[in-house]
C-alpha cells in the first residue's frame, strides 16, 4: 500500500499507481490526485483491515507528513516501533551502540543549548534535531570559538520550521550532538525483501563544496560510484537488518564511509525513499521504477543496467533560495535560467509553493569529461536567478 502525502507527488508515482492499481490510502491529498489518476483507494478500515489479514504486508510512503498516520492507526505493532526508533536519531544511536563503541554522542533540549559547555566535546561535531528532514538545522562545529555563532543560527532558523513540517518530520524540541567522521557522504535508497536481504536500488554521492558546507545541493550517481560503495554497503545494510528484523520495510539512508570503508549511519528515513520524490533520479538515470521495484519485490540487474552508460555521471541538483530570503521577498524566478545551466537535463521539477525554500530540482545527465557543469552549482550565488520584490 502507498500512503502519499505533501509536500510532493510525482508524475511518475501517481502514473506508477494507476497503472499498476496498487492500492492507496484514502486522504485528502490522494482523493484530489484521483481527480486525474485513476487511484484504487483504500479508506483507513478497509486498509488496517487488510495488513491485519497479512493481504497487505507492504507500505510505502512518499512523504514523512505520512507518518502521523502510521502513528495513530498502527501504534504498538512492530512496524510502528520500528518507524520510531529509526526517526529518533538519538534512539537510533542507543540501538546500534554495539555496533559503534568508538563513536560518541549526546542528547540535549534547545533550551540547554545557549548554556552548553562544548570544551569536553569532540571537535569537529555535529549537531541536528533528533528528529529532522532535509539538513534543517544540521551545523558543523570546528571550534568552540564557533559555537555562539551556530547557536544563534539554529534559533533563527528552527523558527520558521513550524510553518513547514509537522512535528513528526522535524521536531526542534530535542538536539543531538555526535562525532563528525571524516570520509564521503552516501544517501542509498533500500529495502529489506520478504526474507530479509538488503535490495539496494540507488547509491547516491552527496557532494559538497568545502568541508564545513553540509547543505544539501548536489548528489551523483553513476556507475563507478555504486561499483565502488556497493559490496561494503550492502554488507552494512544486511548487518542494519538483522539487528532490527527488516522485511519488505524501505527506506532512505544516509551514511559516511571513510578511507578504510568505516561506516557510520548518518540516519534512517523509514518507509520510504528519497525525499520530494527525488528518488525518480534512479528511473531517470538507469530505467529503475523504485516504487515498482519494492512493490513487486524486483532486484536491479546492475550489469545490464550499467551497459551503454558507462561514461555516464547522473546528478541530483537541488536549487534552493539564499539564506534569508522567502518566496515571498521574489517577485519572479528565471528557471529557465536555472536549468540552461547545465547541457542535458532530463527531467525539470519547479517548486512554487511559498512555504519552502527550495525552488527547483534538475535531474542532470553528464559526461565524466564535463561534470564540472554540475560542480559549479556548488558554490554558485543562485540570487542571480531571482528578481526580489522592492
Not at 553540509?214 to 538483522?242: H, M
Request: aromatic share 12%.
Amino acid at each position: 500500500m502507498l500512503i502519499i502525502d505533501n509536500p510532493y507527488i510525482s508524475d511518475l508515482l501517481k502514473e506508477t499507481c494507476a497503472v499498476n492499481r496498487f492500492p492507496v490510502l484514502r486522504n485528502e491529498v490522494s482523493d484530489t490526485v484521483s481527480k486525474k489518476h485513476e487511484l484504487n483507494l483504500l479508506d483507513t478500515s478497509a486498509a488496517l483491515d487488510k495488513i491485519k489479514s497479512g493481504e497487505i504486508t507492504k507500505i510505502y510512503s512518499n512523504s514523512e507528513n505520512a507518518l502521523a498516520w502510521l502513528s495513530e492507526n498502527m501504534r504498538g505493532s512492530a512496524l510502528a516501533r520500528t518507524v520510531e526508533i529509526f526517526k529518533d536519531k538519538a534512539r537510533f544511536r542507543r540501538e546500534i551502540a554495539s555496533m559503534f563503541r568508538e563513536f560518541s554522542y549526546r542528547e540535549l533540549p534547545i533550551g540547554e543549548l545557549r548554556n552548553l559547555k562544548i570544551d569536553d566535546i569532540r571537535i569537529p561535531f555535529i549537531i541536528k534535531p533528533s528528529v529532522g528532514f532535509f539538513s534543517i538545522g544540521v551545523y558543523k562545529v570546528e571550534s568552540i570559538e564557533q559555537w555562539p555563532a551556530v547557536v544563534k543560527e539554529i534559533e533563527n532558523e528552527i523558527e520558521g520550521v513550524s510553518r513547514q513540517y509537522p512535528d513528526a518530520v522535524v521536531k526542534a524540541d530535542k538536539f543531538i550532538i555526535e562525532d563528525f567522521i571524516e570520509g564521503e557522504e552516501l544517501a542509498i535508497d533500500v529495502y529489506y525483501n520478504e526474507q530479509g536481504k538488503a535490495v539496494i536500488l540507488d547509491i547516491l554521492h552527496h557532494i559538497f563544496s568545502s568541508g564545513k558546507d553540509v547543505k544539501d545541493r548536489v548528489y551523483k550517481t553513476s556507475k563507478d560510484i555504486i561499483e565502488k560503495y556497493y559490496d561494503s554497503c550492502n554488507a552494512f545494510l544486511n548487518d542494519i537488518g538483522r539487528l532490527f528484523g527488516l522485511k519488505n520495510f524501505p527506506m532512505h539512508i544516509e551514511l559516511r564511509i571513510d578511507e578504510n570503508g568505516f561506516i557510520v549511519p548518518i540516519e534512517v528515513n523509514p518507509l520510504r525513499f528519497a525525499g520530494w520524490c527525488t528518488t525518480d533520479i534512479a528511473y531517470y538515470a538507469y530505467g529503475i521504477n523504485i516504487y515498482e521495484y519494492f512493490l513487486n519485490g524486483t532486484e536491479p540487474r546492475w550489469d545490464d543496467i550499467f551497459r551503454g552508460r558507462e561514461d555516464k555521471i547522473y546528478s541530483l541538483v537541488i536549487a534552493d533560495l539564499p539564506d534569508g530570503i522567502s518566496k515571498k521577498d521574489v517577485r519572479t524566478i528565471d528557471y529557465d535560467g536555472f536549468f540552461n545551466s547545465f547541457n542535458t537535463v532530463l527531467h525539470k521539477r519547479i517548486i512554487e509553493d511559498e512555504k519552502y525554500s527550495v525552488f527547483a530540482f534538475a535531474f542532470v545527465e553528464s559526461n565524466k569529461d564535463n561534470i564540472h557543469e554540475v560542480d559549479i552549482i556548488l558554490t554558485a550565488d543562485l540570487s542571480v536567478f531571482l528578481e526580489l520584490n522592492r
